[in-house]
């Protein structure tokens, strides 16, 4: 167990719906980076957050968002959803910055 | 820019052979380098990690070298077991602390009894 806590585990949705993916980081861990995993993309880095501030952001849609609130949890918000989304999103903290990245189990969306 | 490259997969082994998965990268600075495990259903685990080069990453029997001059971090393991099935990444990340992993398109191990 990584300590780093992904609910839903499994999300079935329809297109154009928005749904809410949500991570609690691993105690004490300031850093949450958001990734997804697809077939033909791989493991892609979305956006990260430090201590409630955005830090860093990769291949993210502007259909998706998200926030680190100040309890330290993430939630990663992905609307007018597309059958092209579906993937694994995964959530990783670390302690600071450019430390070891612990990740969770993964959040399955599957929009249909 | 930054990338990582593997071997392509899948890679099927009989147990107690030797395991090598090729991984080279490319970045724009002095990154430290990883090798992740995700077994079926679960998500990404550290598996090894070094940070500079020649370091050597080593655990449950696997090891990774840093070798800056081939820019390479080859994974290895000298006895794969049946539990060792999994897909692997080679990852890296840069040292100035605040980028992302990048990761390599990850390479599915078969292990068969």
């Known amino acids: 167990d990584s300590g780093v806590t992904q609910t839903p585990k499994h999300l079935i949705t329809a297109t154009g719906q928005r749904v809410t993916l949500r991570c609690s980081p691993r105690?004490?861990?300031?850093?949450v980076y958001w990734y997804q995993q697809s077939l033909d993309q791989g493991l892609q880095f979305l956006i990260q957050?430090?201590?409630?501030?955005?830090?860093a952001k990769g291949n993210i849609l502007e259909r998706f968002s998200a926030q680190q609130f100040p309890d330290l949890h993430s939630e990663l918000n992905l609307s007018s959803l597309e059958l092209g989304d579906s993937a694994l999103y995964f959530c990783?903290?670390?302690?600071?910055?450019?430390?070891?990245?612990?990740f969770g189990a993964g959040t399955r969306l599957s929009v249909l | 820019g930054n990338s990582v490259t593997q071997m392509e997969g899948p890679v099927t082994l009989s147990e107690e052979a030797f395991l090598t998965i090729n991984c080279t990268y490319t970045?724009?600075?002095?990154?430290?380098l990883f090798w992740y495990v995700q077994y079926p259903g679960e998500g990404l685990q550290l598996l090894l990690k070094?940070?500079?080069?020649?370091d050597k990453g080593s655990n449950k029997g696997f090891e990774a070298t840093y070798r800056k001059e081939t820019t390479s971090f080859h994974l290895e393991k000298g006895s794969v077991q049946v539990s060792d099935s999994a897909v692997y990444f080679c990852?890296?990340?840069?040292?100035?602390?605040?980028?992302?992993?990048?990761f390599g398109k990850g390479t599915r191990l078969s292990v068969i009894a």
């Open positions: 990783a903290s670390s302690v600071g910055l450019g430390n070891i990245q612990y």
């Open positions: 105690s004490g861990d300031l850093s």
């Open positions: 957050y430090y201590n409630g501030e955005e830090r």
């Open positions: 970045a724009t600075g002095y990154p430290s």
């Open positions: 070094a940070t500079k080069a020649d």
């Open positions: 990852a890296l990340a840069l040292n100035s602390g605040n980028t992302p992993l990048v």
